[in-house]
């Protein structure tokens, strides 16, 4: 059984505690034996480590999506490069840079996700370690 124990100062612990059953010749109860231990440190520490996996798991997963974005916006880029050498007219040019500059937008945005997903994966490595 675990349970909480709270303290007079505030602080909380959590116990863990074990029993067995100690029967006389005629099978009737004679004692019961409890062992309990603190675990408090235990369970900090479990949960320290299941938040740092979790962070791990969000930073793979931010640079997966950051490099399929990518993907995506390279071909954009190097379209937009291509047509505005073709198109002369100055709405053609006009529709491009809003393009490119959204674009741009969106690789700056990619950029900071890299950015965080590897930020996420050092800090919960040097962490768990």
């Known amino acids: 059984m675990e349970y909480r124990l709270m303290g007079k100062d505030g602080s909380e612990r959590t116990i863990d505690s074990k029993g067995s059953v100690i029967r006389d010749g005629d099978g009737k109860i004679f004692r019961i034996v409890v ?3 603190d675990v408090t440190e235990e369970k900090s520490l479990a949960a320290q480590f299941l938040r740092a996996q979790r962070m791990e798991s969000i ?3 931010a640079g997966g999506i950051a490099h399929d974005l990518n993907n995506v916006l390279a071909p954009i880029m190097m379209a937009i490069e291509i047509l505005k050498r073709k198109v002369s007219d100055e709405g053609g040019q ?8 959204s674009a741009k ?6 950029r900071q996700v890299l950015a965080f997903g590897r930020g996420l994966k050092r800090r919960s490595h040097t962490r768990a370690t």
Request: charged residues 25%; without cysteine.
């Open 105 to 110: 937008r969106g690789a700056d945005i990619v």
């Open 35 to 37: 062992v309990s231990r």
């Open 94 to 101: 006009r529709i491009l840079t809003t393009i490119e500059t």
């Open 59 to 61: 930073g793979t997963l």
